[in-house]
């Protein structure tokens, strides 16, 4: 398996979204006691703290990632035909002129689909998560404007992650048709 450092951030950023976001809820329902778990003089509890947040991010963010693979890609797709393009798409690319180039562009494009839909997933789940919390927990106008701030941050990321998408499909189209 080849695993490079930019996974953990690319399974990082949603999961450490997903977390900031429960953790403002929780500062506005609590902030005293947020505080003085994060704003601990003990230096090996912050470390711990952040070590834990990284970590829980990164492994939540991997999680997120799969399910969002799982319902926006997997489940939609027609698997015989998409495998059967995929394969022809591979192959005008590594036997044309400049494949290595067009390949890595490909792929940068695409983790960028990827990663998007998976940070779009994430702020649906913060979303659904403390208007949850706020029924059972608390509801005030702060937490009001936190769900707005992370709703309109969905709708931000929906419409980069629909730009990439078509961005990946006018590249896949023009190499269909220039090769």
Do not use: C
Request: charged share 15%.
């Amino acid at each position: 398996m080849n695993f490079d450092t930019k996974y953990l951030i690319r399974w990082g950023i949603p999961g450490w979204m997903y977390l900031f976001i429960i953790i403002a809820f929780y500062s506005i329902v609590d902030f005293d006691a947020v505080k003085s778990i994060i704003f601990n003089k003990n230096a090996p509890v912050i470390v711990a703290l952040i070590s834990l947040f990284i970590g829980a991010g990164i492994i939540l963010g991997n999680i997120i990632h799969q399910i969002s693979m799982s319902l926006g890609f997997v489940v939609w797709t027609k698997k015989a035909t998409y495998f059967r393009k995929e394969y022809e798409m591979d192959y005008k690319i590594i036997t044309g002129d400049h494949g290595n180039e067009i390949q890595r562009i490909y792929s940068y494009r695409l983790g960028n689909v990827h990663a998007l839909r998976a940070l779009w997933f994430s702020l649906l789940l913060a979303l659904l998560t403390i208007i949850t919390l706020s029924f059972f927990v608390k509801f005030s106008l702060e937490i009001g404007i936190l769900i707005a701030i992370v709703f309109i941050l969905k709708i931000v990321v929906l419409i980069n992650w629909r730009y990439f998408q078509n961005n990946l499909d006018y590249f896949l189209r023009k190499i269909k048709s220039d090769f």
